[in-house]
């Protein structure tokens, strides 16, 4: 594959989770007219996302809770039971109408990247990155876990390293999960402490397989760009992955509702340039994020790296437009430049004591593993 590919589909377009569920807000869409407005979305680069039959969800998910996410969407309610035992119909992962067709697309949008990025390239799946999907359960607006179906559909085409790198505000306890003392993919997660799931410490290796950073409330683009360079990249280069996947969530935005960390969109570039760099293959996709400007601005700005465009200062009226368009059920208006720019101003600050000695330890794991 020469050309880096976008992939999306219509079925995210008016799909929310409810009136005032935090995903309620319009996101791959926007993400779409906007790259489309700047003119960076040219329909060679775009791929209709397929949807995922059940037989490849069963790859990770069982049988019965395929049948019972299917059944749900159909009635359109759950029984108590099916509700206890597999998280459906909850507030977290309420009944809606394409509550399977829409997972169910974005797991096939990961599938088809995997594909795509066989003989190497890049591949942006902003409808993917749906990290705390349970086996047998909805968790955490996550009603099946593409990254997991994913990567295996990379290590069943015969990859023997993948390196799965999480920068969104919350954990990625699902995958974890999945791939918990493998020695073919390396989990390096950035996340804020005490925050929902509250997995992923420390001390967390999942049998050898992960590293987790927590970091403190107020986590700036200085300190992400420390963790990135003396953290992030030598427990990728260290691992020779041949392909890397990107949750790129977006939720570690100041501006977001269900997190409390302060970093600039720059951040979320900046790891794309870098990580890009260190295999032949990469997938980069959605995740959290639930300010619709922010999310946006943040996915559209990656895509520009992922092309290589130049950003302009000020959005043209048509990107423009679509920002000044978006709806959120929250009360006030954003900053006006979240409706006239792409790239946020950088959010610097002091690199924090607890996380250079987090780091440090973090890097005396790797060097006992080398």
Known sequence: MSSPVFIGSRIYRGSVYGPRH????????????????????????????????????TGFHTPAYIAA??????????????????GLGTLSNPVFPEMYRRPATAVGGGLLAAELVRDGGIVHNPGGGQHHGLPDAAAGFC???????????????????????????????????????????????????????????????????????????????????????DMILPAVEAFRPEAIFLQC????????????????????????????????RMIVSGGGGYNPWTVARCWTAVWGEITGEDVPERLPPEAEAVLR???????GRPDPALFTTLLDFPRDGAISDDLRADVARLQARLKEAA
């Open 69 to 86: 996410l299917q059944a749900a969407e159909a009635a359109q309610q759950v029984s108590d039971e099916v509700r206890a035992r597999h």
């Open 143 to 229: 009603f099946l876990n593409e990254p997991v179906l994913t990567i295996r559909r990379l290590l069943e085409m015969g990859l023997g390293r993948v390196a799965y790198v999480d920068i969104d505000a919350h954990h990625c306890d699902g995958v974890e999960l999945a791939f918990e003392g493998s020695e073919r993919v390396r989990m390096i997660s950035i996340h804020e402490a005490r925050r929902w799931p509250f997995t992923g410490a420390l001390g967390d290796r999942a049998g050898g397989a992960a590293f987790n950073l927590p970091v403190a409330r107020g986590f700036n683009d200085t300190e992400f760009a420390f963790a990135l360079e």
């Open 249 to 280: 969530g977006a939720d570690a935005l100041a501006e977001d509702p269900l997190a409390r960390l302060a970093l600039s969109n720059r951040s979320h570039v900046a790891a794309v340039r870098a990580l890009r760099q260190m295999a032949p």
């Open 325 to 331: 368009g978006l709806d959120w059920h929250r009360k």
């Open 22 to 57: 935090p995903l309620s807000i319009q996101r791959v869409p926007a993400v779409t007219d906007l790259s489309r407005a700047l003119g960076w979305l040219p329909e060679a680069r775009y791929r209709t996302s397929p949807r995922a039959k059940p037989v490849a969800l």
